[in-house]
C-alpha cells in the first residue's frame, strides 16, 4: 500500500426530500448564489422551481447559468465567471449532473483567476481559493458531486480535458434518488457503465497489498451490476436508484484509490479524444472502449487482476489465469450488452477518420496509463478493436 | 436505504514518514499544543521525542498530558480540560490508540463547556465548539482516529459510557503502520476483533436497501481476516499492518452505517458494563460476547442476513438458512480462536457475581439494540451464555 493523503470533506445529504436542508446549507457560506443548469429536464420535472422556493424562503438571492451542455463547453464556463463577478455571487448551486457540476466546479476555480480558466486543463494553473460550491444531483454517474475533478470541453480546440483540486469538492451534495426516477433507458445505462468504469480505472493499477480497496471496488461493481438492470426495468424503483446514486459518489471520491500511486485513467483519456469530436455520452463511450482496453493490456504477468475481479465480481474460476482472465473480460461485455450499450463505435456512427489524430493528442503530455503505459500507436490500436 | 448526512472531513495521512507532515498540519489550527499519551509505550518507541522535536523545529509550543489509560478515566479528561485552559492551548494532539484519542475529544469537548464534562455522557448536554484535535495513531482497532465517538469510564460510578458528535471527528489523523510493528500478539488479535465487531454492529440491523454498505463491510471483514493472522505471525509486514490500519478507520468512520437508521450496538453496550468494573481489552470482551450476542438473537425471520455474510465472508452455503446461520457464528467463533482470543469471561477471570448488576446498567436508558431489542434479562441470558 503506498503512502497517500485522504479527505472526501463533502457533506452527503441522502434521501427523499433533502431538499428541505437546502437553504439553511447554502447560508453557512452565502446569500448569493448562481444556480447552473441544463437544457431544460430540471425546469420540465420542476425540480428548478422547488430550488428557486427553498432559496426564497430565506431570502438569499439567486442569479442563473442555464442551456450547460452534456461534455460542458469552455463558453458556458467563461459566462458563468462573469456573472459570479458582475453579481457578487458567493456560492455556486450545481442542479442536474456530472456535466453540470463539472462546468460549476470550473466556474468556481476561474473566479478568483485572473487568467485564461482554460488554463486549469492546460496544466499551465493550478485552482486557488474557489468560490464554494453545493450540488443537487439528477443523475448516479460521474462521482462528480463528491470529488474535485472536472472534465471541459474546448470547441474551438477540438479538446477534452480534465483539471481537479481537493479545493473544488463539494461543500455539500444533495443526493435524492427520487431526482433520477425520470432518467431514461440509455441514460441509466451509460451511467451505470461511468460507474463501473471509475471502479475500473483505479482497480487495474500495478500497486500491492490494496486488498482493502480492490474489495471495496468489488463491492461497489457488484452493486452496480445487481441494481442497473433493475433500474432499467423499473425505473422508480427507489432501493435500486438508491444504491446507484451512492455507488456513484462512492466509486470516485478518491476511497478506491487510496494506497496507490494512481488509478490507470487511459481508457478514460481515449474517451476524452473521442468524445471532444463525436460529443458522444461519456459512459457509452466507456462501455465500448473498456472491454477491449482490457483485451490489449491483458498478458500473462498482469492476468491475476482479471482473475480476482472474475472471481469477486462474476463467480468466474479456471484453472488457467489467461483463460480466466480472459472470461471476465467476457463477462463485462456481456454486461454491458445486457444493459443495452452498444458494442462499437460504428453503432454510435463514429468512423475511423480520426483515429490516428485521437491517439496522437491523448497522449500529448506524454504516454498514457498506469497499469501499462500506452503510446499513440497502442491507442490508434484500441480504436481499431472498437471501430 | 433510509436518509442519511455524511461527512467524514478527517484528513488522513497515511504510509511510511507521514510524521513529517504533522507540524505543517498542526499549524493551520495552532502554535499551542496539548500532546495526549499513554503509560510509555510512545516513549520507548521514541514516538514521543520524534513528535516533539517535528513540533520543536517549526516553534510549536506543547505541553503533555500523560499516563492516559485504556478505558480512558474521567479523571484524566478532567486535567486534560484544566491544563488546556491554563495553559491557552489551541489543539490537542493524541498520540496512541483509542483510548488516548478518545480521552482527547472528551478534553476537546469539556475545553469550552462550564459544566461537569461527564455530562456529555448522561446525555446532559451536547459538545458545541471543541478544541480542534489531531491524532497520531499507534494501534489498528477502535476507529477513533476518523470519527466523532468517545467512550470514557467513570471509576467513581462504575460507569463506562459513550459521548459523540460529528464536530469530535479528529481534524488529521497520522496513521503510519509501521508504528503498530511493536503492537503485541494480544492487542494485535483484540483490535482485529475490536474492527470486525465494528463492522458486525452495522452489519446486522433490521433495514432493507442497504447492498452497497453491506458488500463494504463484507470487503472490510475479509481483509481483517486475511490480515489478522498475518500480523499476528510476521508483526513487521507493512501490507498486513497497513490493511488492518485503514480497514480500523472504514470500519467506523460512518461509511458502512449510511443509510441505517444506527448499528445495533447491544454488544457493545453489554461489553462496556463489563469492562466498566473489570478492566477488560475491549476487542477481548467483545470477541468473547459477540458469537453469544449472534446465537442470542439468530431466529428464522433475520437468519438471511447471517446466511449472507456466511456466504460472501467464508464461503459458507447451505439450503436450510438456520443450518447456515449457525455455520456462520461458529465460523466467526472459530476465526477468534485462531487470533488466540478467550472464548468466555471465565478464561479472563470475570466471576457471574456482577451479571445481573450489568443487565440493569445497560438498560439505565431503555432496552437496547436495535436488530433485536434487548431488555436487562435478555443481556443476563447473554452474559450467561458468554461465562
Redesign the interface.
Known amino acids: 500500500?503506498?503512502?497517500?493523503?485522504?479527505?472526501?470533506?463533502?457533506?452527503?445529504?441522502?434521501?427523499?426530500?433533502?431538499i428541505n436542508e437546502l437553504a439553511d446549507e447554502v447560508l453557512q457560506h452565502s446569500n448569493r448564489v448562481l444556480i447552473t443548469y441544463g437544457q431544460g429536464s430540471v425546469v420540465k420535472s420542476g425540480l428548478l422551481d422547488t430550488v428557486k422556493s427553498k432559496l426564497a424562503e430565506k431570502d438569499i438571492h439567486f442569479e442563473e447559468l442555464s442551456g450547460i451542455q452534456p461534455n460542458p463547453r469552455l463558453a458556458s464556463v467563461k459566462e458563468g465567471i462573469k456573472i459570479c463577478r458582475e453579481k457578487n455571487i458567493g456560492l455556486i448551486l450545481a442542479v442536474g449532473g456530472g456535466s453540470i457540476i463539472d462546468a460549476s466546479k470550473a466556474i468556481a476555480a476561474g473566479f478568483a483567476y485572473d487568467g485564461d480558466v482554460w488554463d486549469f486543463c492546460t496544466r499551465k494553473a493550478v485552482p486557488s481559493s474557489p468560490l464554494p460550491l453545493g450540488s443537487i444531483l439528477t443523475l448516479a454517474a460521474t462521482g462528480s458531486e463528491m470529488n474535485g475533478s472536472a472534465v471541459i470541453t474546448n470547441q474551438e480546440t477540438q479538446e477534452k480535458l480534465p483539471m481537479g483540486s481537493d479545493l473544488l469538492r463539494p461543500q455539500f451534495s444533495i443526493l435524492d434518488?427520487v431526482y433520477t426516477f425520470t432518467v431514461n433507458k440509455w441514460q441509466t445505462a451509460a451511467g451505470t457503465a461511468d460507474i463501473m468504469s471509475h471502479l475500473f480505472e483505479n482497480y487495474f493499477t500495478p500497486d500491492?497489498?490494496t486488498?482493502?480497496q480492490d474489495?471495496?471496488a468489488?463491492?461497489?461493481l457488484?452493486?452496480c451490476m445487481?441494481?442497473g438492470p433493475i433500474a432499467l426495468e423499473e425505473p422508480e424503483n427507489?432501493?435500486a436508484r438508491?444504491?446507484l446514486m451512492?455507488?456513484s459518489s462512492?466509486a470516485l471520491n478518491g476511497?478506491t484509490g487510496?494506497?496507490k500511486m494512481t488509478g490507470d485513467w487511459s481508457t478514460h483519456m481515449i474517451e476524452h479524444e473521442v468524445s471532444a469530436i463525436y460529443d458522444l455520452t461519456h459512459g457509452v463511450g466507456l462501455a465500448i472502449l473498456f472491454p477491449n482496453w482490457m483485451k490489449f493490456v491483458l498478458n500473462e504477468r498482469n492476468a491475476f487482476k482479471f482473475v480476482r475481479m472474475g472471481k469477486n465480481v462474476f463467480g468466474i474460476e479456471d484453472a488457467d489465469p489467461m483463460v480466466a482472465a480472459n472470461k471476465t473480460i467476457d463477462a463485462i461485455r456481456k454486461f454491458f450488452d445486457k444493459l443495452g450499450l452498444p458494442s462499437t463505435l460504428s453503432e454510435v456512427d463514429i468512423p475511423e477518420t480520426h483515429f490516428v489524430e485521437m491517439g496522437k493528442k491523448a497522449c500529448q503530455f506524454g504516454p498514457i496509463g498506469y497499469f501499462q503505459r500506452l503510446n499513440e500507436t497502442a491507442i490508434t490500436q484500441i480504436l481499431e478493436m472498437s471501430k
Chains 1, 2 share one sequence.
Open positions: 500500500m503506498k503512502n497517500f493523503n485522504f479527505q472526501a470533506g463533502t457533506k452527503i445529504l441522502f434521501g427523499k426530500n433533502k434518488p500491492m497489498g486488498d482493502l474489495g471495496i468489488e463491492a461497489i457488484k452493486t445487481k441494481y427507489y432501493e438508491a444504491n451512492w455507488a462512492l476511497l487510496t494506497g
